[in-house]
């Protein structure tokens, strides 16, 4: 059974940090193109970082550029998103997802990917 599942959520404070990972099982993450997303209360979710399957590119939502960096380790079967310089509007559950021989990280963000993990909650809170 192929799943993906988050952790690394919290409460952090307004400037801090949090690295979420996302652990494949069932498959191995050779020859998919990976993705966090967010979904705020009230807000449609928005695709925030994502690594084409090649790894040869890499999308970043402007609301998270030069702050989050996004990384894959294939060996762990899992892939990180580090969140540095958190703020308030940073607070949302954060979901993963794959996609198989994806190759355009900007349309896979956009679009959605193909498999979904539950979701893991960051509040960014004083």
């Known amino acids: 059974q192929e799943q993906l599942v988050e952790s690394g959520g919290g409460l952090v404070q307004p400037g801090g940090s949090l690295r979420l990972s996302c652990a494949a099982s069932?498959?191995?993450?050779?020859?998919?193109?990976i993705g966090w997303f967010r979904q705020a209360p009230g807000k449609e979710r928005e695709g925030v970082s994502c690594?084409?399957?090649?790894?040869?590119?890499?999308y970043y939502a402007d609301s998270v550029k030069g702050r989050f960096t996004m990384s894959r380790d294939n060996a762990k079967n899992t892939f990180y998103l580090q969140m540095n310089s958190l703020k308030p509007e940073d607070t949302a559950v954060y979901y993963c997802g794959t996609e198989r021989y994806g190759s355009d990280p900007e349309k896979e963000c956009y679009y959605g990917m193909d498999h979904w993990g539950k979701g893991t909650l960051v509040t960014v809170s004083s």
């Open positions: 690594i084409s399957s090649s790894e040869g590119s890499t």
């Open positions: 069932g498959f191995t993450l050779d020859y998919y193109a």
